[in-house]
């Protein structure tokens, strides 16, 4: 199995910043893909950001120049800076990674437990 551990949300007021990490653990054996979701109540979770293990990172229009994602191939963990805040920014984050588990065929794709971050006016 793969776990995501996420953490870094939390309350912050409009224009602060937060910066949300997430750890892979388990039994990996490559990871492709690691990147942040968000989904708020009545809406579909949606892309924040993702980045590729050649480097090239995606952004929500949203988000482009505010946010910025990043990784750690080595520990197997993805950060996500989220600057300039603002209210509507607040949902659940969610780390979502695409690879594969040791002794097992085929891609897969793993989710985290989620972390809740709040934008206030």
């Known amino acids: 199995q793969v776990q995501l551990v996420e953490s870094g949300g939390g309350l912050v007021q409009a224009g602060g910043s937060l910066r949300l990490s997430c750890v892979a653990s388990?039994?990996?054996?490559?990871?492709?893909?690691m990147g942040w979701y968000r989904q708020d109540p009545g809406n579909e979770r949606e892309l924040v950001a993702a980045t590729t293990d050649d480097g090239s990172t995606n952004y929500a229009d949203s988000v482009k120049g505010r946010f910025t994602i990043s990784r750690d191939s080595g520990k197997n963990t993805v950060y996500l800076q989220m600057n300039s805040l603002k209210p509507e920014d607040t949902a659940v984050y969610y780390c979502?990674?695409?690879?594969?588990?040791?002794?097992?065929?085929?891609?897969?794709?793993?989710w985290g437990q989620g972390t809740q971050v709040t934008v206030s006016s």
């Open positions: 979502h990674v695409r690879g594969r588990e040791k002794d097992v065929i085929g891609v897969q794709y793993f």
């Open positions: 388990g039994s990996i054996f490559y990871i492709n893909t």
